[in-house]
């Protein structure tokens, strides 16, 4: 699986967007990029996934470059409740057992 | 989604003892994946059990410290042998959901401390 590059940390304002890079450089064209967040003491969750489109669903946005080297994950209006460690995987997406190499994740604190 | 049930939740436990957590599926799933969580650090993948085989071990874990069972499509135990300090951390079950993309869905967690 392709290794990513996430910034540490970040901060956001409540109600603003949040907008966390991810850097996939090495990523195969049958791989898809994967966003995990994890909310202290949880386990992971699922946030949503794509291959070379934009997706959008109810918890977040996925925009991922024309050359699929990068993408952003978008929190259209960041709430307390979203903070939390955040992960970029890239992984093949089919067939199953393709196991799931967490990197260091980004830590998004949402403030008043 | 898949709904995971973990026991024990959190534990304390002295060196030198064992301790298996439990993981339950509220279906049939082939792969349950178990990870670790050590104190400030991410999420590390111990093993793939896939039931009706023995588990497979990622580099630097071990079957005799954490022995697995499978014993069906919606179980699994992950043992923790002869702990130590360092052994304190997060255990974590997973499962993956196939058939068109691939998805992941995580226990909450079993907390460890060793003392």
């Known amino acids: 699986d392709a290794k990513t590059t996430q910034p540490p940390s970040m901060d956001c304002a409540e109600g603003r967007a949040a907008n966390l890079p991810c850097n996939h450089s090495t990523i195969s064209g049958n791989e898809y990029v994967y966003w995990y967040r994890q909310i202290h003491s949880q386990g992971p969750q699922y946030i949503i996934h794509g291959l070379k489109n934009n997706e959008t669903n109810e918890m977040a946005s996925l925009i991922i470059t024309e050359d699929r080297k990068s993408s952003t994950l978008i929190l259209p209006h960041a709430t307390l409740r979203d903070t939390a460690v955040y992960y970029c995987i890239v992984r093949v997406a089919t067939g199953g057992g393709n196991k799931l190499t967490f990197g260091t994740g980004t830590q998004l604190k949402v403030e008043l | 989604s898949a709904v995971i049930s973990q026991k024990p939740s959190r534990d304390i436990c002295q060196r030198g003892t064992s301790l298996t957590i439990q993981c339950q599926v509220d279906s049939q799933v082939t792969m349950m994946f178990w990870y670790r969580q050590q104190p400030g650090q991410s999420l590390t993948l111990i093993a793939t059990?896939?039931?009706?085989?023995?588990?497979?071990?990622e580099s630097g874990f071990v079957i005799d410290k954490f022995p697995i069972s499978r014993p069906n499509l919606t179980f699994s135990t992950l043992t923790v042998s002869n702990m130590s300090p360092e052994d304190s951390s997060i255990y974590l079950c997973?499962?993956?959901?196939?058939?068109?993309?691939?998805?992941?869905?995580f226990g909450q967690g079993t907390r460890l401390t060793v003392v």
């Open positions: 997973s499962v993956e959901r196939t058939g068109g993309v691939t998805e992941a869905f």
């Open positions: 059990a896939n039931q009706g085989s023995e588990a497979t071990y």
